[in-house]
């Protein structure tokens, strides 16, 4: 109902259609011969990333045995790693890909446009990683990818001109279906909803973005209102009840969570959906909380036991939330790129030409 009435708003003011909005702002490329050595480069590095012909039945990395499954099995986390290496590698280099895409060279690029067709392309064909049968650890990783594919795609579409095509779209679409089909039930299980849920929401969100589908937003945006329905206030401050029991690593699932939610609650915005509104104001909250995690100042919820190092692309979603809100949680001094996640598509710092 909120999309429809954001729909509706943007037809009432004038505007010729109701395409969604995208995430990020465009920054047109100049008409210009793609660099020829950087093309050739590209094109040869992409050979190295085949479609990944597996199945979808990964496990988990960590010791089953435990409730807050925050310690690593090795074992199984070696075969997990040898499991989704060439999906993640591949990841790795669209993002590499689409970093090219900033440089102030147009000639590279209109390369690196060219070179993230060329990658794509064998994926889509093959229909990657739309199998219909996924272990829960499989469906993991195909709502992450699904969420850093379309990322990149968004990004491409805003520093080059990129467009998906037909072959593209249904392979997206596929992918779309595939998480949705899982994480719908899930919602009637609140027990277990947690992180997971939020990026399959957002996921979903960000491939109804490419695909210009109002439907799955809206999809997204009730995954989202459940998501904000779990944080809760302790001790002075916010949690998620359901990384709060990860153990050593509950700071950690703090903001490996709400990644998706900042995606959802941004891309929402520009949509007409007030997602940082009314129980959404929460989420301010919550990114200060995880902002104190990360800087390990002592300012955050405590918990019992003592909690892993947040690593800096574990706060992908600070850029995104630091430019909507400059004055609420400025990002610190520096290189602003290092917040920056392969699920994201890399860093989303400097995706925008103003200040909201």
Aim: glycine share 8%.
């Amino acid at each position: 109902m909120r999309l429809l009435k954001g729909i509706l708003l943007v037809l009432v003011t004038g505007c010729s259609q109701a395409s969604l909005v995208p995430l990020f702002d465009s920054q047109p490329l100049d008409q210009v011969k793609p660099d020829v050595r950087a093309l050739n480069r590209c094109q040869a590095e992409s050979q190295g990333y085949p479609p990944y012909p597996g199945q979808l039945k990964m496990g988990s990395k960590y010791d089953q045995g435990q409730a807050s499954k925050d310690v690593l099995d090795k074992k199984a986390a070696r075969r997990y790693q040898s499991q989704v290496s060439a999906i993640y590698s591949y990841l790795a280099f669209l993002g590499q890909v689409t970093e090219y895409m900033r440089k102030p060279d147009p000639a590279i690029r209109a390369a690196a446009k060219e070179c993230f067709s060329m990658a794509v392309a064998p994926w889509a064909q093959a229909g990657a990683l739309t199998q219909k049968h996924a272990s829960k650890q499989g469906e993991a990783v195909r709502k992450w990818f699904l969420s850093a594919l379309a990322m990149n795609m968004m990004k491409a579409q805003a520093l080059t001109g990129w467009q998906v095509n037909e072959e593209q779209r249904d392979w997206l679409t596929l992918l779309a279906d595939r998480v949705q089909a899982h994480a719908s039930p899930r919602r009637q299980r609140m027990d277990l909803y947690n992180n997971h849920d939020y990026w399959s929401s957002w996921a979903v969100m960000a491939a109804g973005l490419v695909l210009d589908e109002p439907a799955r937003l809206s999809w997204a945006e009730q995954g989202y209102w459940l998501a904000i329905g779990q944080i809760t206030p302790r001790n002075g401050g916010v949690v998620l009840p359901r990384e709060a029991a990860r153990g050593k690593r509950a700071e950690e699932y703090h903001a490996f969570a709400i990644t998706p939610l900042i995606l959802m609650a941004e891309a929402g915005t520009r949509n007409g959906l007030p997602l940082y509104e009314g129980e959404g104001q929460q989420l301010h909250a919550l990114a200060a909380q995880v902002v104190h995690f990360w800087a390990g100042d002592g300012k955050g919820v405590p918990f019992a036991q003592r909690q892993v190092a947040i690593d800096d692309y574990k706060m992908a979603w600070w850029p995104v939330y630091a430019h909507r809100f400059p004055e609420r949680l400025p990002l610190p001094a520096g290189d602003a790129d290092r917040f920056g996640s392969r699920f994201t598509g890399g860093s989303l710092a400097g995706l925008w030409e103003a200040t909201p």
